[in-house]
């Protein structure tokens, strides 16, 4: 067992990398330090002054520099005999679509592979919050923003989305089918008729998904695992197709026209696995267990064998030589 006899505490971000780290490891070492204790190093919301924010803990934050630099780091710290103390954060991750985790929980819901890695309480005593995560992330109240046009539906590579000022939330699969029935392409081109008549079917399929909060384990996989396929074949169909990609395209700009369009986007809205929520009033009616009373941390359920492992990936792999030992942040906050 290693025991540090002097740590020198090092913030990791955008300004302060693996390779800054590394060149004041001699003068560290002539100092008296015997170990580096360093901030969160893996991938944290994008421009994380701190790491706290995780986003990913199965990398490292690509802000600090590459896997190469990183090891660079550790091989020099081993040339003085000196070791690396990693701070993690096992109790909470960042509650944004930058965490591929939580975009496909608020994409699935409860069918989500994901849903049991984060302390939710899908039946909230809220009649209108069953089955829906809440989102307390708007800036008024939710029929003024509608008014104010601070919603827009797009179509990007991933699929359709909904965009709320620098939030980008992703859509239910089966509330494409609202989108894309209001009108299709009109074409006498033998190809784009097949490829009208695809589309056609995937929204038949579409709307016959069941909801997000339906389903046991077994139902729960085998709807997750339909929504991906469909969700594929809506993705290459447009792809191939220009003249059903412009079709989307002008179905979106129905939901995004002016004030006509708002009852189609709060019909869209209120599809979604979440509830979005003036940030005041969430502070009365939260369903997820946040870090102290940050909205934009989510709980972790670490305590799940399964959870655990899949958080801990890394770390462990890193324990195998390249760090020598770890802070764990706020333990109060463990189950």
Request: net charge negative; hydrophobic share 35%.
């Amino acid at each position: 067992m290693r025991i540090p006899t002097a740590t020198y505490r090092l913030q990791f971000n955008k300004e302060f990398g693996f390779e800054d780290a590394r060149a004041i490891v001699p003068y560290l070492h002539d100092m008296g330090i015997s170990d580096i204790y360093a901030s969160p190093l893996l991938r944290a919301r994008e421009g994380s002054s701190h790491g706290y924010d995780v986003a990913d803990p199965t990398k490292l934050n690509p802000d600090l520099g590459s896997e190469e630099e990183f090891e660079l780091l550790t091989e020099t710290l081993n040339s003085k005999n000196m070791g690396l103390l990693l701070d993690i954060v096992p109790n909470h991750m960042v509650a944004s679509p930058e965490n591929p985790w939580w975009k496909d929980l608020l994409e699935n819901g409860e069918l989500s592979p994901y849903a049991k890695y984060f302390d939710i309480d899908w039946h909230h005593a809220e009649g209108d919050m069953q089955g829906k995560m809440q989102l307390p992330i708007i800036g008024t109240e939710f029929d003024q923003a509608i008014d104010n046009g601070e919603f827009a539906l797009m179509l990007e590579e991933t699929g359709l989305s909904l965009r709320y000022h620098d939030y980008t939330l992703p859509l239910d699969i089966k509330s494409y089918a609202t989108v894309l029935s209001l009108r299709s392409a009109d074409s006498k081109d033998p190809p784009q008729i097949r490829a009208s008549q695809q589309l056609r079917r995937l929204v038949e399929s579409m709307a016959g998904l069941p909801d997000t909060n339906q389903g046991d384990t077994t139902s729960t996989t085998k709807g997750y695992q339909t929504r991906q396929v469909i969700k594929k074949r809506f993705l290459h169909l447009i792809e191939a197709s220009t003249n059903l990609r412009n079709s989307v395209i002008d179905n979106i700009r129905l939901f995004n026209r002016n004030r006509v369009s708002n009852d189609l986007l709060k019909r869209l809205i209120d599809q979604q696995a979440y509830k979005l929520e003036y940030w005041k009033n969430g502070i009365r009616q939260f369903n997820y267990r946040r870090f102290f009373n940050i909205t934009e941390l989510v709980g972790i359920r670490v305590e799940d064998p399964q959870v655990f492992e899949d958080t801990h990936t890394l770390i462990l792999e890193l324990a195998g030589g390249r760090i020598t030992g770890l802070r764990i942040d706020h333990i109060d906050g463990l189950h």
